[in-house]
Nanobody, 124 residues
Framework: VQLQASGGGLVQAGGSLRLSCAASGRTFSKYTRAWFRQAPGKEREFVAAIRWSGGTQYYADSVKGRFTISREDAKNTVYLQMNSLKPEDAAVYYC??????????????????WGQGTQVTVSS
């Protein structure tokens, strides 16, 4: 079972990036898919999640209105469209998958499946 994150890079403040996370080895169509990020010296923090049932989306307050999570189950892939990027968005972004209850889906410990991370750098 593997989650492969891609799409990171260097972008100027105000720019956009689209991250992808492709899964292989099993089907995650009935799993919650999520993105977390971790900046140097900081704890891993929740960014966004999308449930399989109804596709309800959840966002951290810091990215609400700028980031959009979506999923394409036919491709076993989840996306994170990031617009209006800020220097404080710079981090390694990790994708995750599991079936947490709603009250726990913002906690990284609720996820057993993780991608390797993709670096996002935002220049001011």
């Amino acid at each position: 079972v593997q989650l492969q994150a891609s799409g990171g890079g260097l972008v100027q403040a105000g720019g956009s990036l689209r991250l992808s996370c492709a899964a292989s080895g099993r089907t995650f169509s009935k799993y919650t898919r999520a993105w977390f990020r971790q900046a140097p010296g900081k704890e891993r923090e929740f960014v966004a999640a999308i449930r399989w049932s109804g596709g309800t989306q959840y966002y951290a307050d810091s990215v609400k209105g700028r980031f959009t999570i979506s999923r394409e189950d036919a491709k076993n892939t989840v996306y994170l469209q990031m617009n209006s990027l800020k220097p404080e968005d710079a981090a390694v972004y990790y994708c995750a998958a599991d079936r947490p209850i709603v009250s726990s889906l913002r906690a990284h410990v609720s996820y057993d499946y993780w991608g390797q991370g993709t670096q996002v750098t935002v220049s001011s």
